[in-house]
């Protein structure tokens, strides 16, 4: 797999936000909505040969860039997987590419956008979040944002596992409606499945 992923940001001249496509810490194309519809421009290297990757990879980064435009259910929505594979795979197989920065453990840390899309899917998949932290991402790495960090799991600990998903996903989902959506914010996510597993996204 690539390095490619999806960062989006704010640019006047495009009259909101675009995405951009990076690999090893370089711009290599942009995904921009027009009146038209939803394009992906790609740049040539420095030798001006276009760039190379595998398809599956790919997609799986320009699927990421139309959910943070917007695109909603069926342009976006990526096979799951196969039969018996355990939810957090999926999520991982869909959104690991998406992440803004990975810390010393593997730790991810996405877009607010990405977040939520990533909130969606647990949802529809039997994950509660259990976790949210807002940090900084900077060139050297990350910095928590103070009073943006939420043990959702300890706060609805106890009772069935239905409820408390639930609990737990829509307490997620209001605070991610308040938190910053600015290019630099990202959020680490922790989920918990129903057997009582806990897992770092």
Request: with cysteine.
């Amino acid at each position: 797999m690539s390095d490619l992923h999806a960062r989006d940001r704010h640019d006047p001249e495009w009259d909101g936000s675009v995405v951009d496509l990076i690999e090893e810490e370089r711009v290599v194309g942009i995904v921009y909505r027009d009146e038209s519809g939803l394009f992906a421009e790609f740049y040539p290297d420095d030798e001006g040969n276009p760039w190379a990757f595998e398809v599956a990879d790919l997609q799986r980064v320009l699927d990421v860039a139309a959910a943070m435009l917007g695109e909603e259910p069926a342009a976006v929505a990526a096979p799951l997987g196969e039969a018996g594979q355990h939810p957090v795979d999926a999520v991982a197989m869909q959104f690991d590419a998406a992440a803004m920065w990975r810390g010393p453990e593997d730790e991810g840390f996405y877009p607010p956008q990405v977040a939520a899309r990533i909130l969606g899917l647990c949802s529809d998949l039997g994950l509660a979040v259990v976790f949210m932290e807002g940090v900084t991402v900077h060139a050297g790495g990350v910095d928590p944002v103070p009073g943006h960090k939420a043990e959702l799991g300890k706060t609805n600990s106890g009772g069935p596992f239905a409820l408390f998903q639930a609990e737990c996903n829509t307490q997620a989902a209001a605070l991610l409606e308040h938190w910053p959506r600015r290019p630099d914010f990202g959020i680490a996510l922790e989920v918990q499945d129903a057997d009582g597993e806990q897992f770092v996204l």
